[in-house]
């Protein structure tokens, strides 16, 4: 039952992929406009800047994974 459950949690495909990523980069938005409204100005904006480059590095980990995956 549990390895059931725990295959609902593993990306198994590129589309799924890159839904994970969408999901995660509007959260990283969401979280840049909040650091605008409690920073503004200069450090605000490099906050706002910080948030979606994480997204990317963590977005190229993940397609990385999928597609050495799905070769084996």
Request: hydrophobic share 50%; glycine share 10%.
């Amino acid at each position: 039952m549990w390895t059931k459950f725990s295959r609902l949690f593993v990306i198994k495909n590129k589309f799924e992929a890159f839904a994970v990523i969408y999901a995660l980069a509007l959260g990283a938005v969401e979280r840049g406009v909040h650091y605008l409204d409690q920073y503004p100005g200069w450090g605000g904006w490099m906050l706002f800047a910080v948030c979606p480059l994480a997204v990317f590095m963590a977005g190229g980990r993940i397609l990385d994974s999928v597609e050495h995956n799905s070769t084996d």
